[in-house]
């Protein structure tokens, strides 16, 4: 960890079952809801902890396969740590469980 003023940072490296593209993995994390991607694939195309605070969204940038692993992704993702922390997430899965799991009538 590292101390900032504001914002989450995470490299997150991921392994799958099957095998998974970038572009694949960034077309399915830009439909997810909630999620921004940015990824320019250029020096300064990616987001900083900086740059996403005030916003609820959880960005997602330098989206690469992982050669490290079989059927590996690696991306860096930041969010504001004060806007999207653990009590919106708690009811934001509250919500999708509800619009799930209870009958509605």
Do not use: M
């Not at 940072?9 to 997810?32: C, G, H, K, M």
């Not at 909630?34 to 250029?42: A, H, Q, S």
């Not at 860096?76 to 004060?82: E, H, I, P, R």
């Amino acid at each position: 960890r590292v101390p900032v003023f504001v914002g989450h940072s995470e490299a997150i490296n991921v392994e799958f079952e099957e095998p998974i593209d970038w572009q694949e993995a960034q077309d399915i994390l830009r439909e997810a809801p909630g999620i921004l991607v940015i990824d320019k694939r250029e020096a300064g195309g990616y987001i900083t902890p900086v740059e996403c605070v005030g916003d609820y969204a959880t960005y997602v940038s330098r989206i690469r396969q992982d050669s490290t692993v079989e059927n590996g992704l690696s991306f860096w993702c930041v969010s504001d740590n004060l806007r999207k922390g653990a009590a919106l997430n708690a009811v934001q899965i509250a919500e999708v469980l509800g619009n799930r799991c209870l009958k509605k009538g």
